[in-house]
């Protein structure tokens, strides 16, 4: 039997083995699915389901990896309501059958959830967790492998897997965190430059496609791989692309929120040398996160029902439910009156103060028609910033305020840029697409916005911005009336708010 096996791989090996890849990023803990969309309602089990019916399939000339480009956490009641935050989401993550995941901003972010990561959630995916930028400060503990080497069958090479995030201002204080450049100089690095097993380099990257720290990685490696394959999964922007870095490289985003999954496929000659290689019939396509007794997959595998639904992705689903309903997150609060689109998220322009910046930072996802439920507070709200207040705002320099801040605003489904206003108090709400302007007498108005709503010359106004846009109005007053107005903390946050706005006034 053994002999047989031998002599079928040694008449193959030159054969090129092609290598699929899984890829996934910024979940941002929706692993329940879009309960408003029944055209999306895949959850993490059928993913679960996905990755090891593709890896059932594989042989020695089908490879199939499944990587994550990072910010697992941040985005639904999983990460807020759990503690330490994020728990559950990094709990859920180790039972899936990932080869690699880099780590993103978000989970950089929150000391919190460093900490679970270190003692808990690294450790568990057992050198799968690439983190190599981020070094914990206590020697003792570790935030990730700084690349991993994955086997090729028959020992026809290896495939190196190195991830990285992008350069961060400030991280945990829990860890120094170093820059994508420092990184790629580091010393833990040296083994794999000149590693001749190395037959392709695939590289999850927490920021975008475009992004010129792609072309930083693929310099460094092309000064020791001329030719060698790359593949960068990339992350974080939001926005899924495919670009081509070089003839032998393509880089990727998925989709972000479980809203679609990349393929990406090529084939692999492991008889090349490093400067030879060639990476051909790269192929990067999306599918849909739909959930499927069917799925027809890349290479057209599909999958019974039975097999979809293994033991093991039954419990990760009867895990992830049993955590909804103990959060309470299917609980219904509301009823919303229409859908309120947030914008796709597009390209950065020239202007800082542009208006992607607010969504990107504040609202993070529809408000969709129909019930409203507790989870979706966390995920329309990822922040619950607090709210500042400028106060005793003169009609005047308010009209001018907004007037030369139409950047601020957004505009919803219907053109139109949403302003809150209640009791002669003008909330702005950062580029919110939910309609929550009230009239005087606390009736919900359904027609009052910027482009309508002209502050009246002579009144005195309170104005409240969250947090993230403080500053920026702070400094637009500053030139309209200079010294005149500074803001001031009102102790109030954005999300009880919301929820109250949707309890008062979208009941069922
Ligand atoms: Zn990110």
Redesign the pocket.
């Known amino acids: 039997m053994t002999l047989v096996f031998t002599v079928i791989l040694a008449g193959l090996s030159c054969t090129p083995i092609n290598i699929t890849i899984v890829h996934t990023t910024?979940m941002h803990g929706w692993y329940y699915g879009h309960r408003h969309d029944a055209s999306e309602d895949a959850d993490i089990a059928d993913l679960y389901s996905l990755i090891t019916l593709m890896k059932a399939k594989q042989t020695e000339h089908n490879i199939v990896l499944a990587i994550d480009s990072?910010?697992l956490i941040d985005g639904t009641g999983f990460s807020e309501l759990t503690r330490p935050k994020g728990r559950f989401v990094f709990d859920v993550m180790a039972k899936m059958p990932f080869d690699a995941m880099s780590i993103?901003?978000?989970e950089l972010q929150n000391a919190e959830s460093m900490t679970y990561m270190a003692d808990s959630f690294v450790t568990a995916m057992s050198g799968r967790y690439l983190a190599g930028q981020t070094v914990h400060k206590s020697p003792s503990k570790s935030m990730g492998a700084p690349y991993r080497l994955v086997s090729l069958p028959n020992t026809q090479g290896r495939l190196l897997i190195i991830g990285f995030?992008?350069n961060m201002q400030s991280a945990s204080t829990e860890v120094t965190q170093q820059t994508v450049e420092t990184f790629l100089n580091d010393a833990r690095l040296n083994p794999i430059w000149k590693d001749p097993t190395i037959k392709a380099i695939i590289c999850p990257c927490?920021?975008g496609t475009n992004d010129g720290l792609v072309t930083t990685i693929k310099n460094k490696i092309r000064g020791h791989f001329p030719s060698t394959p790359v593949v960068f999964l990339c992350?974080?922007?939001?926005v899924t692309g495919v670009d081509t870095p070089d003839d032998n490289s393509i880089s990727q985003q998925a989709g972000f929120y479980f809203h679609n999954l990349g393929i990406v496929s090529f084939q692999l000659d492991v008889s090349a040398s490093k400067t030879s290689n060639s990476l051909s019939n790269s192929r990067f396509e999306q599918i849909e996160t739909i959930h499927t007794s069917s799925f027809s997959g890349p290479n057209s595998q599909s999958f019974t029902h039975d097999l979809w639904n293994s033991p093991e992705a039954v419990s990760i689903r009867d895990f992830v439910n049993l955590k909804v309903q103990s959060l309470g997150l299917n609980t219904q609060i509301g009823c919303s009156p229409r859908t309120w689109i947030l914008p796709k998220y597009g390209p950065k322009g020239t202007n800082e103060d542009r208006v992607f910046a607010m969504h990107l930072l504040r609202i993070r996802d529809d408000l969709k028609k129909g019930p409203v439920f507790v989870d979706d507070l966390y995920t329309i709200d990822m922040y619950n910033f607090a709210i500042y207040l400028f106060a005793n705002i003169t009609g005047s320099d308010l009209n001018a305020l907004l007037i030369s801040d139409s950047s601020m605003a957004n505009t919803d489904d219907d053109g139109s840029t949403e302003w809150f206003m209640e009791n002669g108090q003008l909330f702005h709400l950062g580029g919110s697409n939910i309609r929550t302007n009230r009239a005087k007498n606390g009736k919900f108005k359904d027609d009052h916005n910027v482009g309508k709503v002209t502050p009246t010359e002579g009144k005195i106004y309170d104005l409240f911005v969250d947090s993230n846009i403080a500053g920026i109005v702070q400094n637009k007053l500053n030139k309209i009336a200079p010294g005149k107005y500074s803001w001031k903390a009102t102790g109030t946050t954005f999300r009880p708010i919301f929820r109250k706005y949707i309890e008062e006034e979208m009941k069922c």
């Open positions: 910024d990072g910010d993103g901003n978000h995030v992008l927490h920021f992350g974080h922007t939001h």
